[in-house]
């Protein structure tokens, strides 16, 4: 049984989870998420659908509206507003998330900004680093949170796919 004292992966030993395809490979053998987190799952995965554009599997939040921002740094203003404010992605008009930035919306968490944190997620005044929220929201382990961060950003089938081997949740 995993707890939250395990180490996290490497992308070196995630490796080995992938065929060349970039599916999990069928001989994975983990743990299903309870059932309890199944309509979070299903959720997700129907708000992704929902919404393609703006699912990119490659960062939990992006956007470039926000990222310039950071870099004109010769914008005092802007500056100004980053060192001062706390920025949530969901208020920019581009942002795109990966499926855990997708969980952690639908589950009522803002993705913020901070000067002093970096990214982390917001809930009732809290934050928490996204990796562990994440985690919470999602019913997931240790190992399960580590592959699905570095499944690739491939057709919604393959990842629906991949899901399924990762969760054992069957998605429509």
Request: proline fraction near 2%.
């Amino acid at each position: 049984m995993e707890t939250d004292q395990e180490e996290r992966l490497t992308f070196e030993d995630l490796a080995e989870f992938y065929t060349a395809s970039g599916k999990l490979q069928k001989s994975l053998v983990l743990p299903p998420v309870a059932e309890e987190f199944h309509d979070i799952h299903r959720l997700t995965m129907k708000a992704i659908e929902a919404d393609l554009e703006r699912w990119d599997q490659s960062d939990w939040a992006y956007s470039k509206e926000l990222l310039g921002l950071f870099l004109d740094i010769n914008d005092e203003d802007a500056l100004a507003k980053i060192q001062a404010e706390e920025m949530d992605y969901q208020n920019f008009c581009d942002t795109t998330y990966c499926y855990a930035g997708f969980a952690l919306l639908a589950a009522g968490y803002a993705i913020r900004y901070t000067s002093d944190a970096g990214t982390v997620a917001v809930l009732d005044g809290e934050s928490v680093e996204l990796h562990d929220a994440t985690k919470k929201v999602l019913g997931l382990t240790e190992t399960q949170a580590c592959i699905l961060y570095e499944f690739p950003h491939g057709d919604l089938a393959t990842f629906k796919e991949n899901m399924t081997k990762l969760t054992g949740i069957t998605f429509d």
